[in-house]
């Protein structure tokens, strides 16, 4: 049984259709990420399942039960905000066991679960303060807390980081990953950062437009897109998309003379049919001088530095290339060079529909 | 730029601020306070000086004192009722509903419209031969006959009351409205998920945000309810039997149905002083509301 099963959901507002149908099945102690951009749905999904906002038709079910019309407080789940929530005028003790309070949990419980959530989160000295008199990370433990406290089935968490600047950002991101190996919770984390997305994720959703485009681990989101969306989407720089035409049994390249073999598991594809090539920037490496393989010649424009790599955008047939490379490469700009690939990491991707098309496995 | 330069140029700007602030303000008040000290008349006479005597005697009277008691239970009562009406009709065109904007707008409509036309309102409204109050209550069976609820005593202050809630509740209610909104959705939805229902919502989430500004809504609506004077001239001049008469009808016939201008002034002082005294409380009240939800 799972743990949490969305089906079929779609809501609308008047006549925009804000969710087209989405299905998710999420097994206990799975950390799934809705990620996309703003607008995509995916923070209207998450209130649909706190019971925040109603769906117009489809079924949520967690454990056996349908949780559809039931009120936010009986739906056994927890939910973290991005802008904390917290309650301005009651302490963090007070904040971390108000669900506990309000379901009228014995004071000596709910002081041990508050106590023991406070440990958890390292914020056991600050249950006397009030909110205002805490920084921004300590608020987001506080609201972790609150939601820890409750046990519930599910966690809900609304682009909880957002608010963070980037030093605390990948501390809370750490600390959510360490919280969630410990306690093996189901959670449902809405963002639209995909390093936090690929980092906190068991399964990945990547929106766009009310529907799903890929469902998957972070390694297939990542390593096998299922759209150019996804493609375009994940990744920092990303992902190359070049266009294409098959001949003969090659890729050329469009507004250049560059041709490269068509990968054997693409074999099936006809000649002359337009696509789009997707090849990751960090996929790529400067080539040796006469080396072999698979490379691609392009005019280096711009050269950026950015400490761990450095990041080469050049053209090849006034197609922009972008390649990260270690950051101690030589490279100029103005220069011609050829950047070495192997085949594994080249996508093809139809333009029309968006779709990868499918390769001999 | 220097700073004595700054200095002077910003009491230039001020310059004509002060001198209309002095004549109309300032003077007048230093010459009531050199009047509260002498036995003046209204016309003919300057008075001569008698030191705290009109103070003492204002202070001892039994129609001061019989006057504060009226005046602070219409402040009180009134006041009361206000913030709780205000509060709930906030509450209410808070919530999504049809026609909200309109009735919105409806509200403000007693608030706007001028006491004197909202007093007459009420008097007709309270009139004892065709008054509406006295039909609708005979028709639906809770009177035998028609009443003159202005013209007896131990009604008149309590339909004052009420004509003067039914004109500044509206403002409350913009008050805490304004509040209301800018409580954030996802603290109210976080209660929702904690399990608050709808009072402990309104306790613990709401009433927070809504203290600051109705402590400022108390404090206007107290020091003008202190002050009351035309709402009641118009519709009682301080009768039956004084039972409607507050500290500003009283100043007034002191000062001018009596002409004794003298304990006119020392009166008007007292009144000034227990409103300076209310406004500094509750100044205090408010910057320590301020402090707990900062």
Known sequence: ????????????????????GIDISLQSGEFLVLLGSSGCGKSTLLNIIAGLAEATSGDIRIGD????????????????????????????????????????????????AVQEAARLLQIEALLDRKPSQLSGGQRQRVAIGRALVRKPQVFL???????????????????????????????????????????????????????????GT???IYNRPATLYVAGFVGAPPMNILDVTVRNGLLEIAGSDVTIPLPPRYATIGDGTRLSLGIRPEALRLAAEGAVGLTLPAKVEVVELTGPELIATARIGGQKLIACLAPRTRLGEGESRRFAFEEEALHLFDPTTGLACEGAP | ??????????WLLMLPLLVVMVSVIGWPLVDTVRLSFTDAKLVGTEGNF??????????????????LVTTTWFAVISVAAEMVLGVLAALLLNQQFRGRTLLRALMILPWALPTVVNATLWRLIYNPEYGALNAALTQIGLLDAYRSWLGEPNTALAALIVADCWKNFPLVALIALAALQAVPRDITAASMVDGAGPLARFRFVILPYLVGPLLVALVLRTIEAFKVFDIIWVMTRGGPANSTRTLSILVYQEAFSFQRAGSGASLALIVTLLVTVLAVAYAAL?????????
Not at chain 1, 2 to 16: F, T
Not at chain 1, 173 to 200: F, P, W
């Open chain 2, 50 to 67: 008698v030191g705290f005597d009109n103070y003492a005697k204002m202070l001892s009277g039994s129609n001061f004192q019989r006057t």
């Open chain 1, 1 to 20: 049984m799972s743990a949490l099963e969305i089906q079929n959901i779609r809501k609308n507002y008047g006549a925009v259709e804000t969710l087209k």
């Open chain 2, 286 to 294: 408010v910057r320590k509301a301020a402090g707990s939800t900062a």
């Open chain 1, 157 to 215: 968490f609304d682009e909880p980081l957002s608010n963070l600047d980037a030093k605390l950002r990948l501390e809370m991101r750490t600390e959510l990953k360490r919280l969630h190996q410990m306690l093996r919770t189901t959670v449902v984390y809405v963002t639209h950062d995909q390093i936090e997305a690929m980092t906190l994720a068991t399964r990945i959703a990547v929106m766009k437009d009310g529907r799903i485009e890929q469902l």
């Open chain 2, 1 to 10: 730029m220097s700073g004595s330069w700054m200095t002077t140029r910003a």
């Open chain 1, 218 to 220: 972070p390694e297939e």
């Open chain 1, 65 to 112: 039960r349908s949780i559809l019309g039931v009120h936010p407080k009986d739906r056994d789940i927890a939910m973290v905000f991005q802008s904390y929530a917290l309650y301005p005028n009651l302490s963090v003790r007070r904040n971390i066991g108000f669900g506990l309070e309000m379901r009228k949990v014995p004071v000596a419980e709910r002081d041990k």
